[in-house]
């Protein structure tokens, strides 16, 4: 049997990981009595964590939104700038990343209390991340419904479609997934008796309605093949180029874009990861430095495409040189 400190936040990240546990199924995971599992709880509530116990026959505990920030080590502002960031980061794009993001995201606005889950909507609602190229949604959509897939609980919500209609859904949800700069829930659609994919920024007032499903398996077994094969996903682009300038310039003008790594004296080696090749194009023409391409060849032509366009535009526009402006008399100008 584990020491107390020890068992104690494994008991906490049980908690955390589930919305409701059965008493006698926490106590088998934890290796110990339904009374010994009680004073367990008692502890974690004198550390300033709100567990709610519930008796009869679906008795058991889960932990709820406290009056105050229990003893993470943070502050109020500094458990909103983390909440803020990981909704950031689980819209980053990086691969590996978003996903990890919405499970820690999920845990901490599942223990703030309301007025600073008002704080980080707010935040998150009149701030723009350039990491981000997709629609930004809010911090509470993502929690809602990374929750109802982790405990297997029927959705529903307002969905409008590609065409625009307006349509309402209830669901049984299985797994959020990041592509593309974008967010899908893959779902067994209940009205339409299939499988669909839903993208977060076409969903709203997504609701709980308490009741629990049995998980039905999934075509594949992939969500993120799923929604690749029903979505015109956008491709992302890994554009890598070795730049004749010092890191610490490069860092300064596009470093929030993208990765910049020394490459020896006075040169640079950027990584940015685009669903535009456009958008890498202009970051480089910023720079006003000379650069190499090393990856993806469609790039190059990218970049000729553009570069033709230029020269072009540069054709048309050339003329005979202007006149000399005359002489001012004194005291114009």
């Known amino acids: 049997m584990a020491n107390t400190s ?10 955390q990981t589930h919305r409701h546990w059965p008493g006698a199924d926490l106590a088998a995971r934890l290796g110990v009595s339904e009374r010994t ?14 567990v709610h116990a519930s008796r009869g026959t679906d008795g058991g505990y889960q932990l709820e939104p406290g009056a105050v920030l229990p003893p993470l080590l943070l502050d109020d502002e500094e458990g909103v700038a983390l909440a803020v960031g990981m909704g950031d980061a689980a819209q980053s794009g990086i691969a590996g990343l978003d996903e990890a993001a919405v499970r820690a995201l999920t ?17 998150r609602s009149m701030t723009v991340s350039a990491a981000s190229s997709g629609p930004v949604i809010p911090a509470e959509v993502l929690t809602m419904i990374a929750q109802a897939c982790r405990d297997q609980e029927r959705l529903r919500f307002h969905y409008t479609t590609r065409g625009g209609a307006q349509t309402e859904r209830e669901v049984e949800p299985h797994r959020l997934v990041a592509l593309g700069g974008r967010w899908y829930l893959v779902a067994y659609d209940l009205t339409r008796h299939d499988w669909r994919s839903f993208r977060l920024d076409r969903l709203a007032q997504p609701r709980n309605t308490g009741s629990a499903f049995l998980p039905r398996p999934l075509p594949g077994g992939d969500a993120a093949a799923f929604v690749r094969t029903v979505t015109q996903v956008p491709t992302a682009h890994t554009v890598v180029v070795l730049v004749h300038a010092p890191a610490e310039q490069v860092r300064r003008m596009v470093g929030q874009w993208g990765e910049v790594e020394p ?3 006075h040169r640079c080696r950027l990584t940015m990861i685009s669903t535009s090749l456009d958008w890498p194009t202009q970051a480089l023409g910023n720079l ?27 054709g048309r526009s050339a003329g005979p040189a202007s006149p000399a402006l005359p002489d001012m008399p004194p005291g114009v100008g």
């Not at 845990?107 to 600073?116: A, W």
Request: no cysteine.
């Open 37 to 50: 599992l009680r004073r367990d709880v008692d502890r974690l509530r004198e550390l300033g964590y709100p």
């Open 288 to 314: 006003g430095a000379e650069f190499e391409v090393l990856q993806p060849p469609e790039f190059v032509d990218h970049l000729r495409d553009w570069g033709t366009r230029f020269l072009q535009a540069v």
């Open 6 to 15: 020890s068992r104690t936040l494994t008991l906490l990240s049980l908690l």
């Open 107 to 123: 845990k901490v606005v599942q223990v703030l209390p309301p007025r600073l889950r008002a704080r980080v909507n707010a935040l």
């Open 263 to 265: 490459a020896g004296h």
